[in-house]
C-alpha cells in the first residue's frame, strides 16, 4: 500500500514540475520552434541560405545569420529585401559572409505579436576563388572584388540597393556629385550610375538583383543597344561596384552589360537570358574587372548570319586589361568571347573553370593579348576552342576537352589552313600558344603540335597548333614562331605575376566534376537543361527546343521583402554592418487564393491595390463595351508602359483591348495575339509582366 501511494505522489510531484518547468520558460525553445520548419539550408561562396515552409498564421520573418561559434547575441539581421515568398516556399540569403562555419535563425511574427524561431544546422561557407589578372599586380592596380572586401565581407559605409521588377526605376540613392562632396538623389538604376559616372562618389556599391528582370522592367535604365551602362568619367576609374544576384534565381532578360572606362567591378551570381548584343561588353579603358558565376545562353538573333545566337557573350575590347573571367557556364554560345580588337598595346586576362557547355567558337578568341586558360571544360565545342591572331601570347593549361573540335588554333597555320583552308581568323597575323597538361579526350578535328607527338597529335615544328611544354615553367624556345607574322611566346606565364599560383591549379582529372558543380550561379541556378551529345556535340545550330524554353522562362518568385521588422544593416558577422540604402517601393502585391481582381481603367485609372501600373492614359481612343460596361478610358501600349503583378495561385487573366484580331501583346516574355479584342491566358503562381508587342490600348483586366 505505501508503494501505491509513494508511486502515485511521485507521478504528481513529476506532473507539477514539469508545468513549472514550463511556466518559467525553460521549455519555450522547443514549444517555439514548432510553427517555423525549415526545409533546406546550405552554405556556397561567401553565401548562406535558408528554407522553410509558411506559417499559417505568421504576418512577416525576420531572419538571422552568425558563426556557429558566436553567442546568440551576435546574431546580424539581414536585410528585408533578401527574404522571399515562393509558391511553396520561403527563402532568405545572407551574402557578404566570410568562409567559415555560420547558423541562420528564422523568425516568425505571428498576428498576435508573439514570435516563433528556429535554427539551422551549422553551413559551412567557402571562399570565392580570386584567381587570375583581375588579383593580379595589386600594389598598382588593385583588385576585382568590387564592392566587396577580400575576404567577401562588406566594408564599413559600403551601399547597398536592391534592383526588383518593381524597383528598377524608383529606387533611389543620394550620389556626391562634385570634389566638395554635395550630393544628389538619383531616382532609378541607369540614373544612379550616371551620376557615379562622374567619378567622385567611389563609396563601394552593391547592386542586388532579385528574381526576373526585364528590359521593359528597367526602362530608360538601358540604352537603345540593350545595355545597362556602368561608366567612368576617363580610362581606369575606380567604381569599387558589385553587380550580383541573389540567391539561384536571379535573371537579367532581354539586355546585357556595358563596362566602359571602370575599374574594379565585379558581375556575378546572374542569369543572362536574351541579351541584345553581348551580355557582358568590356569594351574600352577598363580594370580590374571580375565576371563570374554567371549562366549565360542565347541573345537575341543580330542581322549578321553568325549572329542567330546573339553576338559575342562575355567580349572585351580598348585597353581593358586585368580582368579575370571564371566560373561561367555558357550554354551553346555561339561565340562565347572575342578578347582584343585593335589595341596597339598588350593587356591581361585570364579564363579559368568556365563551362563552355556546347558552344561554338571563341574560347577565347584573341587579338595581342596575354591571356591565361586554365581548368576551363570545353564541353562538344563544334568549331574551336582557343584561337589566336595578331601577335597575341596564351598559356593554355590543365583545361578538359571532351568530344570538341580544334582545341587549339593559330591564324593561317597547322589545323587552321589544313586542307587548303583559308583559315578561321579573317586572313589575320598569327600568334603563339603554349600548351601544358591539357586532358584531350575523343578529339574532333585536329591538333598539331610544334615539337612533339603526343598521342595522335603529329609534330610540326613551322606549321603548328601548339608548343606542348613538358614542365609548368618551360620557356618557349624564341625559334618557334608564328608562321605568318613572325611572331614569338611572350613566356609570360614564367616571368610576370598571374595572379595565379600552381597551387591554384585544380589536377585535370578532376577539372570536369569542379566546372560542372561550381560554375554558373549558386547552386546551378533555376534554369535547367540537358544536351543531346550525339547531336549537339557536332552542331552549330541554333537549338530552337532550347531557344524556346528561354522565351517562355518566367520567375517563380511571388514577392519580396519579409513584412516584417526592417532590418538594421547587412549582414557582415565579422565586421560592422554596412548601411543600407532603402528602396522607395514596397513589394508588388499579391492575389488571394479564391478570390477575382478587377482592373477597370475607366473607374480606376492607374490607382491600383494589386497592380504596379506604369504608363499613359487616354480617353480618346474610341468606346468599348465588355459584359455590359462601357469602357471609355484606356492605358495606351507603349514602349513605357509596364504592368507588374504577382499571384500566388495559379489564375487566368483575361485583357481587353479596342476590338482588333492579330494584334499582339507580351505577357511574361512571351507574345499573345488578340482575337475580339481579347487575350486570356494561363498564368502560373508568380510574378508577372505585361509589356507592349504592338500598339494598342488597354481598357480592362481580370484575373481569376
Known amino acids: 500500500m505505501k508503494k501505491s501511494v509513494s508511486k502515485v505522489t511521485s507521478y504528481v510531484l513529476l506532473f507539477a514540475l514539469a508545468l513549472s518547468i514550463i511556466a518559467s520558460g525553460v521549455a519555450s525553445k522547443a514549444v517555439h520552434a514548432i510553427g517555423v520548419s525549415i526545409t533546406g539550408s546550405g552554405g556556397w561562396n561567401e553565401t548562406a541560405y535558408v528554407e522553410w515552409t509558411p506559417v499559417s498564421n505568421a504576418q512577416g520573418y525576420n531572419v538571422y545569420v552568425k558563426p556557429s561559434s558566436a553567442a546568440d547575441s551576435q546574431y546580424q539581421q539581414i536585410d528585408t529585401q533578401l527574404i522571399r515568398q515562393y509558391p511553396s516556399k520561403w527563402r532568405a540569403d545572407a551574402v557578404g559572409l566570410a568562409a567559415g562555419s555560420y547558423v541562420m535563425k528564422v523568425e516568425a511574427v505571428l498576428s498576435d505579436g508573439s514570435k516563433e524561431s528556429t535554427v539551422t544546422n551549422t553551413v559551412s561557407v567557402t571562399a570565392h576563388d580570386r584567381s587570375g589578372f583581375a588579383f593580379a599586380n595589386q600594389s598598382t592596380f588593385g583588385t576585382g572584388s568590387g564592392a566587396y572586401n577580400e575576404d567577401g565581407t562588406l566594408p564599413s559605409g559600403a551601399q547597398v540597393i536592391y534592383i526588383t521588377s518593381a524597383t ?25 550610375l550616371a551620376l557615379r559616372q562622374k567619378g567622385y562618389d567611389q563609396t563601394p556599391l552593391a547592386i542586388r538583383f532579385i528574381g526576373k528582370v526585364t528590359d521593359a522592367n528597367m526602362g530608360s535604365s538601358i540604352n537603345s543597344g540593350g545595355f545597362l551602362q556602368v561608366k567612368g568619367a576617363s580610362a581606369y576609374t575606380r567604381m569599387n561596384t558589385t553587380i550580383e544576384g541573389i540567391g539561384n534565381d536571379a535573371t537579367v532578360y532581354g539586355w546585357g552589360f556595358l563596362l566602359r572606362n571602370v575599374g574594379n567591378v565585379e558581375v556575378r551570381n546572374l542569369g543572362i537570358l536574351l541579351f541584345q548584343d553581348d551580355a557582358v561588353s568590356m569594351d574600352t579603358g577598363n580594370v580590374n574587372i571580375w565576371v563570374h558565376n554567371n549562366d549565360i545562353t542565347y541573345g537575341k538573333a543580330g542581322s549578321d548570319a553568325d549572329q542567330a545566337k546573339g553576338d559575342g557573350s562575355t567580349d572585351l575590347k580598348g585597353a581593358s586589361t586585368y580582368t579575370t573571367i571564371s566560373y561561367n557556364h555558357y550554354w551553346d554560345s555561339g561565340k562565347a568571347a572575342l578578347i582584343g580588337l585593335s589595341e596597339s598595346s598588350e593587356f591581361f586576362v585570364t579564363f579559368h573553370h568556365n ?75 598569327g600568334g603563339m600558344i603554349k600548351a601544358y597538361n591539357n586532358s584531350i579526350v575523343d578529339l574532333v578535328g585536329g591538333l598539331i603540335y610544334a615539337n612533339s607527338n603526343a598521342g595522335s597529335a603529329p609534330a610540326n615544328a613551322t606549321s603548328f597548333d601548339a608548343y606542348l611544354a613538358s614542365t609548368r615553367n618551360e620557356t618557349v624556345p624564341s625559334s618557334y614562331k608564328a608562321l605568318v607574322g613572325g611572331t614569338t611566346y611572350n613566356n609570360f606565364d614564367t616571368t610576370i605575376d598571374t595572379g595565379v599560383n600552381a597551387a591554384d591549379i585544380d589536377s585535370v582529372s578532376t577539372v570536369e566534376q569542379v566546372v560542372t558543380s561550381e560554375a554558373g550561379r549558386l547552386g546551378n541556378g533555376d534554369f535547367t537543361w540537358t544536351f543531346n551529345d550525339a547531336v549537339d556535340d557536332t552542331s552549330s545550330d541554333l537549338n530552337s527546343a532550347l531557344m524556346s524554353k528561354i522565351l517562355s522562362y518566367t520567375s517563380q518568385l511571388v514577392s519580396v521583402g519579409g513584412n516584417s521588422t526592417p532590418p538594421t544593416g547587412t549582414p557582415a558577422p565579422t565586421t560592422t554592418p554596412a548601411p543600407t540604402a532603402t528602396p522607395t517601393t ?7 487564393p479564391g478570390t477575382s481582381i478587377v482592373h477597370n481603367f475607366t473607374t480606376d485609372g492607374k490607382t491600383s491595390s494589386f497592380f504596379t501600373i506604369v504608363g ?43 476590338p482588333a484580331n492579330g494584334l499582339k501583346v507580351k505577357i511574361d516574355g512571351t507574345s499573345y495575339a488578340m482575337t475580339n479584342g481579347i487575350v486570356s491566358v494561363s498564368l502560373a503562381p508568380g510574378a508577372h509582366t505585361i509589356i507592349k508587342e504592338d500598339v494598342t490600348n488597354l481598357y480592362y483586366m481580370k484575373l481569376d
Not at 630 to 651: G, H, P, R, V, Y
Request: with cysteine; proline share 3%.
Open 168 to 192: 528598377a526605376q524608383t529606387v533611389s540613392l543620394d550620389v556626391k556629385i562634385n570634389s566638395a562632396g554635395d550630393k544628389q538623389t538619383a531616382v532609378g538604376l541607369g540614373a544612379i
Open 355 to 429: 563551362w563552355f557547355d556546347h558552344s561554338d567558337s571563341r574560347h577565347p578568341r584573341i587579338r595581342k593579348g596575354t591571356i591565361h586558360v586554365y581548368n576551363n571544360f570545353f564541353d562538344g565545342v563544334s568549331k574551336y576552342g582557343t584561337g589566336i591572331t595578331t601577335a597575341g601570347s596564351a598559356f593554355v593549361e590543365s583545361n578538359y576537352y571532351r568530344h570538341s573540335k580544334n582545341p587549339m588554333l593559330i591564324s593561317l597555320q597547322g589545323t587552321d589552313i589544313a586542307g587548303g583552308s583559308v583559315g578561321t581568323f579573317s586572313g589575320e597575323n
Open 586 to 592: 514596397t513589394p508588388a502585391p499579391t492575389s488571394t
Open 616 to 658: 499613359n492614359l487616354s480617353t480618346s481612343k474610341g468606346t468599348v463595351v465588355y459584359n455590359g460596361l462601357t469602357l471609355t478610358q484606356c492605358l495606351k501600349m507603349e514602349s513605357s508602359t509596364i504592368i507588374d503583378f504577382t499571384t500566388t495561385t495559379a489564375k487566368t487573366l483575361t485583357l481587353v483591348f479596342n
